[in-house]
């Protein structure tokens, strides 16, 4: 099982707004709406940030949502935060029934 | 307070064996399916394998198959995974995970393995 694609950096300002891309193919983000986004600080354990596509979990922001358009799901972030710098990783179940991760994306706040 | 608690890395040299541990609280433990997953520093998440809440039903990636073998003791609410004939590129930190909607929706804080030669 391949990893999902998923942009190297991304940057922002402060206030701004951000989108993160997540490509996989129909057997895996095209094929379920099991999608979920991880936000994961230096030397700290992912965080669960979106599940199914754009569902966000209680305690998180509702400045972070999630989409989906055939084999690509987004991250968009709203109103950046320097708290928001962190990895994102995406995450996908899959037709092999297992799960697979996006290679993850550094998000910088200018 | 949900809480998942990993335990067991450490150093190992190539061809060894390490069992991790994963102490779960603040939930019904036999009624989730549970994940390991793991992380080379500097690098990404790789899903390593899952089991079934009652454990008759595990899958591992092709990277462990037939070396690592996960399993789990409801009635201690433990996970553990028994990794044999490491390798190098085994060298990671390794989560414990539960999973909920298909999601990995509670982590571990990770516990290190490293095997050098």
């Known amino acids: 099982q391949s990893a999902l694609t998923q942009p190297a950096s991304v940057s922002g300002s402060l206030g701004q707004s951000i989108t993160i891309s997540c490509t996989g193919t129909s057997s895996d983000v095209g094929g379920y709406n099991f999608v979920s986004w991880y936000q994961q600080h230096p030397g700290k354990a992912p965080k669960l940030m979106i599940y199914t596509v754009s569902d966000r979990p209680s305690g998180v922001s509702t400045r972070f949502s999630g989409s989906k358009s055939g084999n690509t799901a987004s991250l968009t972030i709203s109103g950046l935060q320097a708290e928001d710098e962190a990895d994102y990783y995406c995450?996908?179940?899959?037709?092999?029934?297992?799960?697979?991760f996006g290679g993850g994306t550094k998000l910088t706040v200018l | 307070e949900v809480q998942l608690v990993d335990s067991g890395g450490g150093l190992v040299q190539p061809g060894g064996s390490l069992r991790l541990s994963c102490a779960a609280s603040?939930?019904?433990?036999?009624?989730?399916?549970m994940h390991w997953v793991r992380q080379v520093p500097g690098k990404g998440l790789v899903w390593v394998s899952r089991i079934s809440s009652d454990g008759s039903s595990t899958t591992y990636a092709d990277s462990v198959k037939g070396r690592f073998t996960i399993s789990r003791d409801n009635a201690k609410n433990t996970l553990y995974l028994q990794m044999n004939s490491l390798r190098v590129e085994d060298t990671a930190v390794y989560y414990c995970?539960?999973?909920?909607?298909?999601?990995?929706?509670?982590w571990g804080q990770g516990t290190t393995v490293t095997v050098f030669s």
């Open positions: 995450g996908s179940y899959t037709s092999s029934d297992t799960l697979v």
């Open positions: 995970v539960r999973e909920q909607i298909k999601t990995m929706d509670v």
């Open positions: 603040g939930f019904i433990f036999g009624t989730y399916w």
